[in-house]
């Protein structure tokens, strides 16, 4: 008698369930999809950004820069261009590059687009868009400087750093 009860009241209980979990992870993700919720400099991802670094005189890598960011390195360290890695074929970077048109006329610096691929870094194409890149810097005058950036700081930047060092654009640590 009371195994009959047991599954009846798991057969009650356990669509119910599934259900509930399909609609609240619903919800998660329809929350994920507006990306503006989760800036990188907040709790928990300001835990996984990468740092700003210095690569040479005039280049600089790092993370996404918050408008505040990017007024302290203009301040700073003298950033007059920017060079976004963010691919804006996605609606969450495609979001972040919107904002940071804006926040880029508001500061008075440069924004260069060069959209890379976050999942096949070595693919084709990134290796197009770097060699880009490294002409863009070639051509730079020297007064210039240059803060490239992709969302954290950590995997676009990181390749680009690598192949920066490569062509001897910028001393390897």
Do not use: W
């Not at 408008?67 to 302290?72: H, M, P």
């Not at 890379?116 to 002409?135: A, G």
């Amino acid at each position: 008698m009371r195994f009959t009860q047991a599954v009846k009241g798991l057969c009650y209980f356990l669509p119910r369930f599934l259900l509930f979990s399909v609609f609240i992870i619903y919800l998660i993700f329809a929350f994920l999809v507006y990306f503006d919720y989760f800036e990188q400099y907040l709790y928990p991802l300001h835990l996984i950004q990468g740092e700003v670094e210095v690569l040479s005189d005039n280049i600089l890598i790092g993370p996404y820069p918050h408008v505040d960011e990017l007024r302290r390195l203009k301040k700073t360290q003298g950033i007059t261009d920017v060079i976004s890695l963010l691919n804006t074929s996605l609606p969450q970077e495609k979001a972040l590059y919107n904002r940071e048109e804006r926040v880029a006329r508001i500061v008075g610096v440069r924004l260069y687009s060069y959209p890379m691929s976050y999942f096949s870094l070595n693919s084709e194409y990134n290796r197009q868009v770097m060699d880009r890149i490294v002409e863009f810097i070639r051509r730079m005058k020297a007064q210039r400087k240059v803060y490239i950036h992709c969302y954290l700081g950590r995997h676009r930047t990181k390749a680009l750093k690598k192949r920066l060092i490569e062509e001897g654009l910028v001393r390897s640590d």
